[in-house]
Nanobody, 125 residues
Framework: QVQPVETGGGSVQTGGSLRLSCVAP????????MGWFRQAPGKEREEVAT???????TYADSVKGRFTISRDNAKNTLYLQMNSLKPEDTAMYYC???????????????????WGQGTQVTVSS
């Protein structure tokens, strides 16, 4: 059973930075997609960033230029560096991974089979 574990969340002020990590010890598919998603209170979960096995990344328009997704396959770890944080970035952040190989990371969230418990990010103004 793949069980990702996210860490690194916290409370920061506007303009601050955080680095999220997602460890999935039993998820050794370095060529597979992984992604970061977030869900704010009262809103649906949305995709934040994805990275495929070749290192190709995608970002939501709202985080482009501020967030950077990366992965360390040797450590089975996914990262999200978040800079210039805004109050609207406040949410629970989750990492997700699919059970199947996709050459291009899927846009449908139901394609991601493994999810962590999430880590809370709170940005105050």
């Amino acid at each position: 059973q793949v069980q990702p574990v996210e860490t690194g969340g916290g409370s920061v002020q506007t303009g601050g930075s955080l680095r999220l990590s997602c460890v999935a010890p039993t998820y050794s598919y370095s060529s597979y997609c992984m992604g970061w998603f977030r869900q704010a209170p009262g809103k649906e979960r949305e995709e934040v960033a994805t990275i495929d096995g070749d290192g190709t990344t995608t970002y939501a328009d709202s985080v482009k230029g501020r967030f950077t997704i990366s992965r360390d396959n040797a450590k089975n770890t996914l990262y999200l560096q978040m800079n210039s944080l805004k109050p609207e970035d406040t949410a629970m952040y989750y990492c997700g991974a699919p059970a199947l190989f996709y050459r291009t990371c899927p846009s449908r969230q139901d394609s991601y089979n493994y999810w962590g418990q999430g880590t809370q990010v709170t940005v105050s103004s």
